[in-house]
């Protein structure tokens, strides 16, 4: 299904007329309208050639070079930014090293602008006491209140802000190394159709972030979100998971990528150990012939409970990534790259290499993340994998 209109005559505000999940409610519409004007007037995060740089790069995957997608499931207004672009740099080295053929490695980072969450249960209950659930520090408060878990829309400058200072100092520190570009769910749509600028062949781009995807939550084909990404010329992702049909995956690529532009679309399987020999052939079979790329999230469909708080497993993680594999070359598809939660600390979230009791060092604001030590272990497997 080819867009009948001329890309160009869409707008940034188009979702606005389509139904929205997962987006907040702002008590106040004078404070909201006043923080997207500023927005709109404020300095990119990101430069659009860099992103075009990205879509390039991963247009050449297919042939040739991996994806190595990761970082923190939501970044925090309290986080040292210089320490941790460092940091998370010398992690995307060490597993670069590990993954070998770090020449054609896509390097893409979950942050500068990582802080909006989507939620499966929308209210958080503590004792008697029912809130709003934390929805990442661009909408609203960690601690339980009810005032700090009312959306704030002033939120989103200091998001802005916190992500221009990270990009600033990715740049500063990558400059004689391989690039790391930034991504981020395209879930915020006020804050992202407020950074959407126009380049000189009248084309938009998100300027939020090089790389935005599209979540597991909101993927209604018709909904805002896809509108939205629909209308912008960026690289971005899909989330595949489970129970996504071949006929919806095939109406979003359709949607999302008309002209079946190469490094446009990357399909990011999120299964989950048990599920991905059930549901990912189909999906590889009706993108077959397409100029997508399929890389694995092993994180998020192995999600479990373990004494009141979410981890993961990394034997389950491994199983997942290397069902991946083993699914996607028996289909003839190039496993094109990984996508984790991952700190470059010596977190205690994930089980498994070490960790057996998650009390020590459990930091996360949402997801459990992958510990440098598991991390780099997932990095070394991947490397046998495609040696
Ligand atoms: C995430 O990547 O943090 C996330 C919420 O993923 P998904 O939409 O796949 O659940
Ligand atoms: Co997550």
């Known amino acids: 299904m080819a867009r009948d209109e001329d890309p160009k005559s869409w707008h940034p505000a188009a979702w606005r007329h389509r139904p929205a999940e997962q987006l907040p409610t702002y008590p106040n519409a004078d404070a ?37 997608q990761g970082g923190d499931c939501a970044e925090n207004f309290d986080d040292r930014v210089a320490d941790r672009v460092d940091r998370l740099a010398g992690l995307f080295d060490a597993m670069a090293n590990a993954l070998g053929d770090r020449e054609h490695l896509v390097r893409i980072a979950r942050i500068g602008g990582q802080f909006a969450k989507p939620r499966t249960t929308l209210i958080e209950r503590q004792g008697d006491v029912e809130h709003p659930a934390y929805r990442g520090d661009m909408i609203n408060a960690r601690s ?7 959306p704030d829309p002033a939120r989103m400058l200091r998001g802005h802000a916190q ?17 790391i570009y930034t ?24 300027t939020s972030a090089h790389f935005l995807w599209l979540g597991y939550r909101t993927q209604q084909v018709d909904g805002a979100h896809v509108e939205y990404l629909s209308g912008i010329a960026n690289p971005i992702g899909i989330k595949c998971g489970p129970g996504l049909t071949p006929d919806a ?20 399987a999120r299964f989950g150990a048990d599920r991905i020999e059930q549901e990912l052939p189909s999906l590889l079979a009706v993108t077959k012939g397409r100029a997508v790329n399929w890389i694995v999230d092993p994180m998020h469909g192995n999600t479990q409970k373990h004494e009141g708080r979410k981890t993961r497993r990394v034997e389950a993680v491994q199983r997942d990534m290397e069902a991946f594999f083993a699914l996607t070359r028996e289909a003839g598809v190039k496993p094109a790259g990984v996508h984790l939660e991952m700190s470059p600390n010596d977190v205690t979230e994930c089980l498994g290499l070490g960790v057996d009791d998650l ?29």
């Open 249 to 268: 995956l095939a109406a979003m690529c359709d949607r999302l990528d008309p002209d079946d532009t190469p490094g446009r679309l990357t399909l990011i």
């Open 183 to 206: 991504c981020h769910e395209g879930l915020l749509l006020p804050y992202e159709e407020a950074l959407t600028r126009r380049d000189a062949d009248g084309s938009w781009w998100a």
């Open 359 to 387: 009390d020590p060092a459990y930091r996360t604001a949402c997801d459990p993340r992958l510990n440098r030590t598991q991390a780099l272990h997932i990095a070394q497997q991947i490397g046998t994998l495609l040696a």
């Open 32 to 68: 909201l309208a006043q923080v997207e004007a500023k927005l709109r007037a404020a300095a990119p995060v990101i430069r659009i050639e860099d992103a075009a740089r990205l879509k390039r790069a991963l247009g050449c995957v297919r042939e040739r070079g991996f994806v190595l």
């Open 144 to 150: 339980f209140g009810a005032e700090a878990r009312a």
């Open 163 to 179: 992500s221009v200072g990270t990009a600033a100092t990715m740049g500063v520190i990558r400059q004689d190394s391989a690039p």
